[in-house]
């Protein structure tokens, strides 16, 4: 009867849920290579126009050789292919872009030619970006052209096919006083006591009140719920809605790319709105982000930047005019008149510093190397600004520069004694107490995000570790505590140093030619 056929077809079910296995696009490689001998050979060629003589330096060898091994042992050769064939197809599109974040720290995408700093020559660390103790899928952000972002979003479509790509979903929720006011509306509730009720709750950007915070620290709330039974309802009724997704939308930059048709994997959803009818990529996930990361489908964050259509803009204009061509990759750094530039507060159109708070640091600082931008980059910042004063006073030997133990002076020399980078501190727990790259970001994790548990733990290593290396305890524990203050001004030097090159970039077109950035940037 029914209940044997029921039983029949449960025992012929056989489902296996995989969440541990990565879905890459196939990558198209020559036919004798498979994709990690591909991904060398592009390296090694790449290598070698980046540091043309030096190519054969042993430090250099050994670093592409590691990050190259821990990339195929993770499984992430076709990642950064498809990365790189991105950033290839842009290049010969004459489409500017550049990635940002921590990828700066491998050398394996600065010979591809997918980030502009050199990790060697900025001390980036590699664990910063791809850490083999913490398993997760690399994540290289994209900025493209603003105005031909939307070419690469074709091109991937067309590359790995249209079933096979997608939008990442997005899903609002509803904040407090939205709650209040749907609430309100179906109650038939005038709506000048909705809204004021609903401005009682506090509006602080950043760190949204719910409303049983609002109760408990808003008088004229709690007075309002206690005297109103009406209003009291609404305010029960939204309180239990507050956290509900009210609508969906699309992720701004984020796209999924897999092996095998997405529907084999996801719900798809077909997107409305205007911004649906320009897309080129129709589909949108089901999942949102998190969801799909968990699944093992790489996601790939195609960001427009307007910045580099000015400068790109910019570099026609000046090719036209002067013959001379310049792109991204050749814009000068080192040209002492675009840090006269800075120094002098003549910033506005220079990205990322002109906003009147930083034009007043430059012209304090008068930077003179393109070290200086970056570590301005950082530390401007709420918490990290207030040793912006500091730092100027020890950079023009105005202040004496100190270090809390003397072994730290090799790592912090570059910012003159001041914690500015977590990769300070990740050097600094190999170097004093044996950490290797991959606990040392572990620790710098844990500092950043405040892990009770976990920085008892590395309390105990570094201590251990320093000890064994000629520290005595208690200058090891004074080292770590203040590194745990530090949580709250520790940046990515690898992001820093990205967008500081573009800054200086910027300010070299501006002081040389002034004519054609003006006109690109209006």
């Known amino acids: 009867g029914a209940l044997e056929n029921t039983l ?209 620290d808003v008088p004229d709330f709690k007075v309002v719920h206690r005297d109103e039974p009406h209003l009291r309802q609404m305010i029960d009724t939204a309180s239990q809605l507050e956290g509900v997704v009210r609508n969906s939308g699309t992720h701004a930059a984020g796209v999924i790319i897999s092996d095998n048709p997405l529907i084999e994997y996801i719900p798809l959803h077909r997107s409305t709105g205007s911004n649906a009818q320009q897309s080129v990529i129709k589909a949108t996930t089901q999942y949102a982000m998190d969801a799909l990361e968990s699944l093992g489908l790489l996601k790939v964050d195609f960001l427009g930047l307007r910045t580099l259509t000015v400068m790109a803009h910019a570099c026609a204009l000046i090719e036209n005019r002067h013959g001379v061509t310049l792109d991204i990759h050749n814009i000068p750094t080192d040209d002492p008149r675009s840090y006269e530039l800075m120094g002098r507060g003549d910033v506005t159109g220079v990205f990322q510093v002109e906003g009147s708070g930083m034009r007043r640091c430059l012209i304090d600082m008068k930077p003179e190397r393109l070290e200086h931008v970056i570590a301005m980059v950082a530390l401007y910042r709420p918490g990290p600004m207030d040793f912006i004063p500091s730092y100027i006073r020890r950079m023009h030997g105005e202040e004496a520069i100190t270090h809390r133990h003397t072994v730290l002076q090799p790592i912090f020399e570059e910012t003159f004694g001041i914690p500015v980078y977590q990769e300070q501190i990740m050097s600094a727990a190999m170097d004093l107490a044996g950490y290797d790259a991959s606990d040392a970001d572990d620790l710098r994790k844990a500092i950043g995000k405040k892990m009770k548990d976990k920085l008892m733990e590395h309390r105990r290593k570094f201590i251990d570790g320093a000890s064994a290396r000629g520290l005595s305890e208690s200058e090891a524990a004074s080292i770590f505590d203040d590194w745990e203050e530090f949580a709250r001004y520790g940046f990515n030097k690898a992001h820093a140093a990205e967008y500081g090159v573009i800054a200086v970039q910027t300010a070299y077109l501006k002081v040389h030619f002034p004519v054609e950035y003006v006109t690109a940037l209006l």
């Open 8 to 216: 029949e077809i449960a025992e012929r079910c056989q489902v296996e849920l995989k969440f541990s296995e990565y879905r890459l696009p196939r990558f198209e490689v020559p036919s004798d290579l498979d994709e990690h001998g591909y991904l060398r050979q592009l390296c090694e060629k790449g290598l070698l126009e980046r540091y043309k003589s030096r190519s054969n330096d042993r430090a250099l060898r050994e670093r592409l050789e590691y990050e190259l091994t821990i990339i195929h042992q993770m499984g992430f050769d076709a990642y950064f292919l498809v990365v790189w064939d991105l950033c290839k197809h842009a290049s010969q599109e004459g489409i500017w872009y550049h990635a940002r974040g921590s990828a700066a720290g491998s050398i394996v995408a600065y010979a591809l030619n997918i980030t502009l700093v050199d990790p060697i020559e900025h001390g980036l660390i590699f664990e910063r970006f791809l850490n083999p103790g913490r398993v997760s899928m690399p994540d290289i952000d994209l900025d493209f052209q603003d105005d031909r972002r939307h070419e690469l979003l074709e091109y991937t479509a067309r590359k790995y096919g249209e079933d096979k790509v997608a939008q990442i979903i997005t899903f609002g929720t509803l904040k407090a006083r939205a709650a209040i006011r749907d609430v309100g509306r179906v109650m038939d509730i005038p709506l000048n006591e909705v809204d004021r009720v609903a401005k009682l709750v506090p509006n602080v950007p950043g760190k949204p009140v719910s409303i049983t915070e609002a109760l408990r």
